[in-house]
């Protein structure tokens, strides 16, 4: 009983400290790259509309393809709930301070973008990845205080 109340402790360890090592900390570390979270959210949102189109292709398709059409919805889901994490475990938790400029209209963009990720996970209608793109560029803007350069 105790060798097993050990490995299961053991376990419990390692299982544990590897939780940590994947997640951002909520204490003050000083260690914040702002624009790279915004680089994977935009990424995050082309993996979904990639993910929205193999489905919509997959439906029509003459054969099921049952277990493809499954893993690019659970992709879909998976992305646009890293998508979520990073608006409100990130910047909504530990980057927007209360007392920060243009507090409202941050907390608010940061908001739909929740509200768009979720309806990105109930359709395939690509409106809302177009719709968060541009709620993207609005963050940016608001929290950087600078334009997005456009991309030729």
């Not at 980057?95 to 509200?115: F, G, P």
Request: proline fraction near 1%; charge should be neutral.
């Amino acid at each position: 009983m105790k060798r097993i109340t050990t490995v299961f402790m053991a376990a419990a360890l390692v299982f544990g400290m590897s939780t940590g090592v994947l997640a951002h900390c909520e204490i003050p570390c000083g260690i914040y790259d702002d624009e790279m979270r915004v680089e994977l959210i935009r990424e995050h949102i082309t993996t979904i509309e990639k993910s929205m189109k193999m489905i919509r292709e997959l439906e029509s398709a003459d054969h099921p393809h049952s277990n493809q059409l499954i893993r690019w919805v659970v992709n879909k889901e998976e992305h646009a709930n890293k998508l979520q994490h990073i608006v409100t475990q990130y910047f909504m938790t530990q980057r927007i301070k209360l007392d920060a400029d243009k507090y409202t209209e941050k907390i608010s963009v940061l908001h739909h973008m929740l509200i768009f990720a979720m309806r990105c996970k109930q359709t395939t209608d690509t409106d809302n990845v177009e719709k968060l793109r541009t709620l993207v560029d609005q963050f940016e803007s608001l929290y950087f205080g600078k334009e997005k350069k456009k991309q030729n």
